[in-house]
């Protein structure tokens, strides 16, 4: 990273060394480079690459500063951009421009690419369609291994990736050969002979996740997109897959912490009212729900009032119980989330956990017994805690186990029961519980 | 899937149409089936497969069934399997089997082999060293295209990725081709010619978290590895590298969650009282630590006594500061693991979520204020929680950003400071902050 040689050089003119320095730097390291430049400095920059590494750096970029670069640059400027990128990137960009800058960008492209782009922005938003890419070679099952190397050498130049080549007969997909395994075969074998025709593929309107779990669960370098009559329209590839799956993690984990559908913006892209707006509705579906505990608590004002010093261990309660039912909770989605865990699991799944309980919940209670004699001199104090605490454990982790594989049943994000959630609920059982033991013991 | 077929065709003992069904399946997908099967069936089945199949079918299995199998082959199977397999997989298997089987795998290996293997066992667990191949295609600086793609023709076989290709100068990495670069380029030209001299690499004691990220950066398919005198020692996978990208997400999920060095077996492969050693420590040490809120709870017995109202909203107010606090800080880690947010951003975010707290705050300070006019008909209460929900919400989100990017400024994880610790600390603030303004308020 020459983040700080690039911007120092900016600001005493150096512009001779910064164009060789720029020759040596990856585009993606350019393009973040280029987030912390002011604009006028930003069109300088790129007008000093070269034709190739102008358009990846323009892929690499943030939205705004595409936006920039586009008011500034020259038709013909942007007509030279646009034609070295890929057109899945294209269309992606296309999708993201506000509507003027995208009348002036398809103003300066030809018939052709816009005929294919208009295709690719038909798929629905997060299917496999609109994240593929359509370049990709195509060899017809009798041409020879010699053919096929030829026609790489001669096409190849265009494509995005040529690493897995796919037979095609009538538009149809009916086998795929790797540019290893053509390589390593003789030059006179047949492409039917050496394809494979055990297909791995995903439809057009599958999820993007789909293909990236594909792609991660059988290691493939890309995986192609057929339509319903098997009619090969374009290839993921696994660079994509990488980004979706950081996507998908990344939104699991922002539903796991009670934040609904986070914005695909960066975290400093997304205005302070879309924060807010994506954190609110949580906040206030929890709010509500915890006044619950809060009337289970009313209910014990009595018992309270009788022996106050039930209350310092309220918070401990609920807090432990908050925290055990998000462990198991968590545990739960990471695992389907990655299909390490599948639906028919789940006696296997509360058996292990209720194991877990019980440990976890008779060694809590055991030191918290410990601390409570030796703090208040009230060893029936501690029993009533101690069974209270074994109680929660087992309550928290067998909700926390449960919700998560339930929701998947009924078809909804098991992330939606993390947590927040969890917790919510697990502090009135929890409160419920207590009192309901403390008062029996102590016969209040 | 053809998991519950291969299963039926087991039990019919239908062994010629499994075999067929085998074939056409993919490696992963045998594997996981096997894992549904009892032992007696695993060495039958795997008895059935192909060699190169067999050895990817291995790979791809628990720990559990390759020991079953390694305990019911003969010497001459061990060695075919092992010959085929992969360096790097091999030198895993050897790590993970108890010792007597490792005798037994050494014992069925070439000299060779087991030197290689020595070597890629030396390096630290978790390093790039320790998951990288040691097999990959060299080339030297003045071979030509043509010379290049005949090596690569003949020696391809054994090497996993043949997709990008080294230029080595007295061992030393001084260039990279790919495969692509090659194929599009003339007979004649010299590699030096066509060379990318701008490298990318990372060296074997680099965590191997950071060769997966710069694969993942900059859409790599693979990142050679260089000893410290920038020898060529090896090269990391894209498939490597999703599977460490997948490993450490559930790290820190599981560490967000207040589970401590979750191991690397997959959920049922973890025993009862390992997953209970896991939990234990977080959730021991949040116990103790919310004796704290108790004990403010308690220091504020006279005014509960006076009020006794006013305890039914604490879990309320505590619920609503831990799960605004989680939603900051797992931005906030997520981000950091994401590197779309840096250390020297804090003030930036600090003021971006001062801003969407006071937002947040408001709004559902409003709604809880109508609903405490509702049903209790008393304005003044519903301002003393106005208020302290505002406070209540500024606190936890400044405490959920600010901790994790302290963590890591302090070398610490900062997936540690997730919403168990977060939840933990605002509940004692949340609590005392209440009683302050309430007593203020209502001048108990």
Known sequence: MNREEILEMLENRQFKELREVLENTHPVDI???????????????????????????????????????????????????????????????????????VDHLLMNTDEETRKQVNALLKYPEDSAGSIMNVEYIAFSKDMTVEDAILKIRQVGINRETIYTCYVLEKRKLIGVVSLKELLISGDSRTIEDIMETNLLFVHTHDDQEEAASMINRYGLIAIPVVDNEMRMVGIVTVDDAMEVI???????????????????????????????????PWLLFLMLSATL????????????????????????????????????????????????????????????????????????????????????????????????????????????????????????????????LITTLVDTGTILLYFSIATKIFGI
């Not at 790129?46 to 034709?51: A, I, N, P, Q």
């Open 293 to 420: 505990s809060g009337l289970v608590l009313g209910h014990f004002e009595a018992a309270l009032i009788a022996m106050p010093i039930l209350n310092t261990f309220v918070p401990m309660l609920t807090g432990t119980g908050g925290n055990c039912g998000s462990q198991s909770s968590t545990l739960i989605i990471r695992g389907l989330a990655t299909d390490e865990i599948e639906l028919r699991d789940v006696f296997k799944i509360i058996f292990k956990e209720l194991g877990v309980a019980l440990c976890v919940g008779a060694l809590l209670a055991i030191v918290n017994g410990i601390r409570i004699v030796i703090m208040y001199h009230n060893p029936i104090l501690a029993v009533t805690l101690g069974i209270t605490l074994v109680c929660t454990v087992v309550l928290a982790k067998t909700i926390g186990c449960t919700l998560p594989l339930a929701a998947k049943k009924c078809g909804l994000d098991p992330a939606l029961m993390a947590a927040p």
């Open 31 to 101: 393009a973040e480079c280029l987030e912390e430049v002011d604009d006028k400095h930003i069109i300088l920059v790129f007008r000093m690459l070269g034709k190739d590494e102008a358009a990846e750096v323009f892929t690499e970029m943030s939205n705004d500063i595409r936006e920039v670069l586009l008011n500034a640059l020259t038709d013909s400027e942007i007509k030279e951009v646009v034609d070295e990128m890929y057109l899945d990137d294209f269309a992606d960009l296309l999708e993201e421009m506000p509507a003027n800058v």
């Open 246 to 280: 950081e996507e998908e993690t990344t939104e699991d984990i922002s539903m796991m912490a009670g934040i609904v559908a986070p914005s695909e913006e960066t975290y400093f892209a997304t205005s302070v009212w879309q924060h807010a707006k994506s954190r609110f």
